[in-house]
């Protein structure tokens, strides 16, 4: 499933709703905890999408050893910075401005990464201020809000929001002057001829201002990861798994993810943790999204894939590939096509068994920012009337590409997951089975006694449980 790259917002700064509270988890109980292992600890938890839990236990690293603040300042930064972008995308301005903050503080290095979704913070809350101020303008610190908004003009200079609003800010200051230049600047060539006041212009600029999209990324590629090792692919060996890699430091990290996972149940149960696997699985990580699309077997448009060599339904062979700078690659990517490696390597396989099934119970184990993504997709579906009937789900027998793809491994997720969690993991089970030599419809009714628009009922049932 694709990853979504960007965020757009548009102009007008509306107010946000309030945003939750967010809980930061107690980090596991550690038996003889030293500065290395909660350190590892943390990196894992931050490789796997637990934020909160990664930022308490990079702290409790950091009051351990604070002579070692510099071995952990990379990844203790970047927890913040994920926690930043979450809460970004929950128009949790508040909290994200303070992660931003403790990111560019920890570790400045990182900060040019997160510029941009940082000074769009900014420029909100200083929007948010200014509203504020205008309506009681005596209680107003403008000096501050001045210092607020020469912070978001320096990080952005082309960005006329932001130098409109110091324009204003110099308004009620009475810097008419500078008031003037800064609506000048918004205006360019459209400067009005003729009456300058600081009214006309102020007007003129308001007009002006462009509906403008801010788009960035909000899974930013941690940067180490961009690193590649000079030549040919290095082999990192962590039984049955031989990974093929150019990042030494990535390589491991992966290999710990893979052995997290597979300390994990799928779907409560469906994949057992520590269930049977190949002899052998040959995990590729290329450079770059060019170079895995070289050899990438599949579908071109896909940020990962799994493949597999069967003998009688019996698996030979296994291979995943990936790139480094993929987005979510640890936390989505690596879980997503593991599960494939298991469900192939289990007993309830066969050759065959429908594509929705495989990529439910796949999709299942990625993070929950994914699936969180996968649900807003399918709400959208839902109020435009675009969702995918099921019949129209069971009868796919390839996989769809663009928008479509994001709502087959959304609707494919949501039915399996609501199947399961209703009906539990063993008559899921005889309902694979009983696909094997019969009709995907007559099996639902046989085995859950229900149609096909009683399953797209449980799938409404699953977005609407999640809003």
């Not at 931050?46 to 604070?66: H, K, S, V």
């Not at 308001?206 to 509906?211: F, G, V």
Request: hydrophobic share 40%; net charge negative.
């Amino acid at each position: 499933m694709t990853e979504p790259r960007s965020a757009r917002f548009r102009k007008g700064f509306a107010a946000c709703a309030a945003a939750g509270a967010l809980l930061f988890l107690a980090a596991p109980a550690l038996a003889q905890a030293t500065f290395e292992s909660v350190f590892e600890e943390g990196q894992l938890a931050l490789d796997t999408g637990r934020y909160t839990q990664a930022a308490d236990l990079f702290e409790r690293a950091a009051a351990m050893e604070p002579g070692r603040l510099d071995e952990i300042a990379p990844d203790r930064a970047w927890a913040y910075v994920r926690l930043a972008n979450h809460s970004l995308s929950r128009r949790g301005f508040k909290e994200a401005e303070r992660y931003f903050t403790l990111a560019a503080a920890i570790y400045p290095k990182f900060r040019e990464v997160f510029l941009p979704e940082w000074q769009y913070v900014r420029l909100y809350e200083l929007n948010q201020k200014l509203e504020e101020g205008m309506r009681y303008p005596r209680a107003t610190d403008w000096r501050q809000l001045e210092d607020e908004a020469r912070w978001v003009v320096d990080a952005d200079p082309r960005d006329v929001q932001a130098h409109f609003a110091l324009g204003v800010i110099y308004e009620a200051e009475r810097k008419r002057e500078k008031a003037k230049t800064e609506y000048l600047t918004v205006l360019g060539a459209r400067a009005p001829q003729g009456n300058r006041s600081t009214e006309v212009l102020r007007q003129a600029a308001q007009k002006a201002l462009p509906n403008k999209e801010y788009v960035f990324d909000l899974k930013p590629v941690y940067p180490p990861w961009r690193e590649v090792d000079p030549g040919p692919f290095q082999t990192l060996r962590r039984a049955p798994f031989v990974i093929y890699h150019h990042n030494r430091g990535l390589a491991a990290r992966v290999a710990a993810v893979i052995e997290y996972d597979l300390g994990l149940p799928v779907l409560g149960g469906v994949l057992p943790a520590k269930g049977p696997l190949p002899e052998q699985v040959n995990v590729y990580v290329f450079a770059n999204n060019e170079e895995f699309s070289k050899y990438a077997s599949q579908e071109k448009w896909a940020g990962a894939e799994s493949t597999f060599t069967l003998l009688d339904d019996k698996i030979v062979a296994a291979s995943m590939r990936f790139f480094q700078t993929s987005t979510g690659l640890t936390e989505s990517a690596v879980p997503h096509e593991l599960a494939h490696v298991r469900l192939v390597a289990s007993a309830h396989f066969y050759e065959g068994l429908p594509l929705w099934v495989q990529e439910g119970v796949a999709t299942s184990t990625e993070s929950s920012d994914k699936k969180g993504a996968a649900r807003e997709t399918l709400a959208r579906a839902r109020d435009n009337g675009t969702l995918i009937s099921f019949t129209e789900l069971v009868a796919a027998t390839s996989y769809p590409s663009g928008a479509v793809s994001d709502l087959y491994y959304g609707e494919s997720l949501a039915a399996v997951e609501m199947l399961v969690s209703r009906y539990g993991k063993d008559k899921f089970w005889d309902f694979v089975s009983g696909l094997k030599d019969g009709d995907q419809v007559e099996t639902l009714k046989r085995v859950y006694r229900l149609t096909p628009v009683q399953v797209e009922d449980l799938v409404i049932e699953w977005i609407a449980g999640r809003q």
